[in-house]
């Protein structure tokens, strides 16, 4: 179960933006696998077909997937819900696996300014940057961003 913490003061507010990070189950590199990182990344983009966010940027790490999206509706918790259950039951059913894909609960951060906004997109894009995963974001298969980010 996720920690009580996560959850206080969450509002969920359609036509808000949100930075959510969410981590792989006990830490696995589990998204190393391109396959695993793209079924993510298909979640993702469900979400936005479904019509529940809109997204604006993403990476997908190894272990734990930064988001930046707009929600559009529907609450913050039953978005996130869809979204993992979506892409954990794909992970498994590809991988002959069962169990967990991700752990409970998720952290959340309402951006409130444009300048946050854009501080926030260009902190997930270089998240592989600083990780030393690749040397420029443009190189990293497995992020996206709605704007140019240096």
Partial sequence: MASPRLTLGRVSIPGQVYAVTTIASARRPLFRAAVNARIVIDALRESDRRRCTSTLAWVVMPDHLHWLFLLRQGT???????????????????????????????????????????????????????????????????????????
């Fill in 76 to 150: 913050l918790a039953g978005c996130m819900r869809g979204m993992k259950a979506s892409a954990g039951k794909a992970i498994n059913r590809h991988n002959g696996a069962a169990g967990p894909v991700w752990q409970a609960g998720y952290h959340d951060h309402a951006i409130r300014t444009e300048e946050s906004l854009h501080a926030a997109a260009r902190y997930i894009v270089h998240n592989p940057v600083r990780a030393g995963l690749c040397q420029h974001p443009a190189d990293y298969p497995h992020a996206w961003c709605r704007w140019p980010c240096p």
